[in-house]
């Protein structure tokens, strides 16, 4: 598959730059990142034949922008938690900017994606308030700070209300992608 190909090729190398320079400028690291994420699933929409759902990719793309800010938020959060010296380089004040204004993007795209594709399928009333309340508990997760930077997928093996969230959105997703499919 050439397409394939090409992504493939694209990634390793927006990768190699991504190594040698960019994961050394702040900010724009987390925009290689997310759009790491972004790239994989448009790969596996190619690889599958299936055609790209654009509002699909745009939610794990602004859900991996929101990610990786509170973790860079985290990280410096966290007195001693400078493993790379670009996490100095940046201003918790515009990292707090950042994850609102990810959060606000991808709750908005997750809303457009149920919209399209999920709405005669399932009870989007519901889907709505568990973005809303997964919302609000990554919120307060992103208040202890310490722990996440210790290590963030541990904590989220150990908070149930969280990891009970982070479950049941990505069940949606996969109902979304199953809906996708089919249609």
Known sequence: NVAFAAIILTYVLLNLLYTYVVKHIPYLDIFFIACFAGMRVVAGFVLL?????????????????F????QRLAEISVANILARPVIAKYSPRVLK???????MITVIMYFIALSFVA??????DSLYFLVLFSVYEYMAFT????????????????DKR?????VLFV?????LGIWYIVR
Request: net charge neutral; no cysteine.
């Open 143 to 158: 208040e202890t700070k310490k722990r996440i930077a210790e290590d963030g997928f541990i904590f989220l093996l150990h």
């Open 162 to 166: 969280t990891l009970t969230m982070v």
């Open 171 to 175: 069940l949606s997703l996969v109902v």
């Open 49 to 65: 034949g299936l055609p790209i759902a654009w509002y699909f990719v745009s939610v794990i793309v602004t859900l991996f922008l």
């Open 67 to 70: 990610v990786m800010t509170v």
């Open 97 to 103: 900017f950042f994850m609102t204004l990810f959060l």
């Open 119 to 124: 709405l005669p399928l399932v009870y989007t």
